[in-house]
């Protein structure tokens, strides 16, 4: 007989007890799944509403199925082996591609950072804060919160943070779209065969599949101590955590496509976009929006270095964690504090061509993301790893299309960047 | 001479007539020395539908730029898989995870430094430094080059980052099936304080963890679980049967064992309670029954207790005899029949006093003790106002309880005082 004594066991019996079993695993999937709409990610998606309208609305819909299919493996893989995404590919598939896929996230994720810090430096700018001040401010903002911190307040903290992603939603609504358009839009795929929709639909894809999110879901999961038994409520979380992304990136796209494509209004940022809202849909829907950029920015910005530094090292077998003194853990403390600081500074230096780096940003990522994805669905196959848990039949069909066509998108998109510039 | 096993790794290997056979894929080693000796090399050809040949190491001549074999290439015939080994490099020790018994940490192999005499290998270190990442990665000589261009007297050049193959637990574990696959015992685990052994399993994947754990001697299973969180406690426990949960949790102080067992479902304590012989289980529902925020929950009831009419040298055989069941042997308590506490007597006090004195005599009559219903913070108040390290816990008759000693306060304390345990290897 073997016991089984976890205390999450004597709960009260019913419905109720699964609301709480959730509650306590829940957290990577929807966290995972929120910094995703980041500074970039809100970029991405106002200029596909401007620029497009709801043409792109109906991508949506499978861009979800796409990451909950993708984040379910990794979540699994987290669970089963209780091992994170860097620690698994070094094991099975050596120290060389574990090295130059790091380097690769390293470079993109350092990209990234620094457009959370400039996303955080627009979006308060419009409230007439100057970046002067507000850069180094949530710089040290995000240093003390995540090293004095520990991990379960944090972790609380950015749940916290989630719910204001809701800002969008109510700007959304006061854009005041035409709802029957909507729906239509939603549902009827429409597409044009040019090439700047097509990297617009591209980039959709690209800036909500990307690779490092799924290194910092499994980790977490692991970090978090997640059962076997507990696995699908842990599965809950991601799928909640994919469809809020979507649900809030679909509001973005309606505000923007309601107001702005609808008056011709073209824009270049996240930051463009909550001021042109402004003079046309009032000013709560232009200062919501802006908020909900900054609640973004700060949050990618504290969770993108941490994650980082943590399987970077994790993947080189350097001590990581913040529950380490610097002395126990130099290269990930040295790390961490590397890309805050220079990510902050990087936004200060007037004329930094920041949008060719987000560009290259975006092409590493795109580089790198086949890779990974070939490599977890390998892994998440391998009977000794995974042992009962590997992918069913079914499964395995759902997820290769999936990250065969996600594959197909970012060469094709890889290509015609390249092409174009 | 020294080599390192990346650089062997993909090497030609030719047979007695010259000709090749295939290149090298990997070493398997027999662990039961006490530096492990190579016993075959695996060889494989191929790569597309790639096949593996095992060759014993008596017909390996050499090996370094190539491998050479004493037989010719005919003689040795490839399959499909490769065969069982109890422990090969490539499998079970380059880029995996094992312990540094010395620096008492979970460690990630980069390299295996090998060491050739004559025809034999034999593991002498692993290698977890950067040279060795750089190594593997093929750069290793244009790096040293240009190192050696702008700083000539880097310590990158000297810095090699070793630990002696004696210190290595390598944890090759069967994934699926949760076993170790090593018939070498994890002796030198014991000699690991026990909230440093927490820390390692916090940093292990779970198969490695549990199979760690199934492998260790009960008493190493028990200072294990004193030491790590609620969460891997929970974790480890539920992977044993419960006639081994029972015998673990009969090696742990009994104070200890009821911290575990409070948090379990009432059922399941009873069950367990009932396989437990009987003087340990009344021990424990004793201490169960008290709040886990008072005296009474806190004590230990690991103490010496002597009776009021026996003599100094009598006393001092009886606490020898204790010596190796309780949690101090500084302090005894004076008892009468009824266990009623009458008195304390400190080791000291019983070796200064002549031999043939009644106990009653020398104990010092109505000691400063607590009730069992008291407060954590009064047992703090007291221990600290009477300069006392041990206090004894008594109920409303004045029956002698327990003990509290003063690191068990001290962690309480320290947990109100920061609002966190006194050692969490917990997450980061």
Redesign the interface.
Known sequence: ???????R??LPKGAFRTVLIFLSVMGPGIITANIDNDAGGITTYSVAGASYGYMLLWTLIPVTLALVVVQEMCARMGV????GLA?LI??NY???AT?YIMIALLVADFGNTMAEFSGVAASLEIFGISKYISIPLSAAFVWFLVVKG???RVEKIFLVASMFYITYIVSGFLAEPDWTEVAKMTFVPTFQLNAPFLVMFMGVVGTTITPWMQFYLQSSVV???I?VEEYKHSRLDVIIGGFMTDIVAFFIIVACAAVLYKHQISVETAADAALALGPLAGKYASELFAFGLFNASLFSASILPLATA?YVCEG??W??????KFREAPQFYSLFTFLIVVGALVVLIPGFPLIRVMLLTQVVNGMILPFVLIFMLSLVNN???M?DFVNSRTFNIISWVTVVTLILLTVTMLITSFLGH | MFVFFSLLLNKRVLGANNRKVGVVYDISFQLSEQFPRAISLIVSNGSLNRKYADVPWEYVEGINEVAKLTIPSEKISFNQSHGTYEFTLRRDL????VVDTFNR?V????DVHLLRVDRELRVAHVD?GVRG?VR???WEKPLDAAVRLLSPSSPYLKKEHFIGWKYIQPLAVH??KGTVRLSVAYKDLAQIPSADLGEIMVD????E?VALFKSLDLKTQARILEGVS???Q??L??????KD?VRILEQLPPDMGADILE???VH?VQQLLGLMETTRAKKLSMLLSYSSESAGGLMTTEYISLPHTITVAEAISHIKEMTLKTETIYYAYIVDENHKLLGSVSLKDLLVAQPEQAIADVMFRKPISVHVNDTVRSVAFKLDKYNMVVIPVINEGGILQGIITIDDILSKVISIAWK?RAR?P???
Do not use: C, H, W
């Not at chain 1, 001590?319 to 380490?324: I, R, S, Y």
């Not at chain 2, 380059?94 to 995870?97: A, G, K, N, S, T």
């Open positions: 007989m073997k016991l089984k004594l976890f205390r066991q004597f089963v082996t209780g091992k620690d070094r094991e050596g120290v060389k090295f520990t991990y379960r970090e978090k101590g059962r943590y080189f077998g001590e990581a964690g913040v529950n380490k009977k000794e790893i042992g | 380059l880029d995996q995870q940490k460690i990630r192999v980069n977890i990442l593997r990665l093929g994934p699926v292990l994947g779970s198969a963890r609620l969460d891997i929970e974790a426990l539920e992977e044993l049967e419960a949960a948090k379990m479902p399941l966190r969490t917990a997450a980061s």
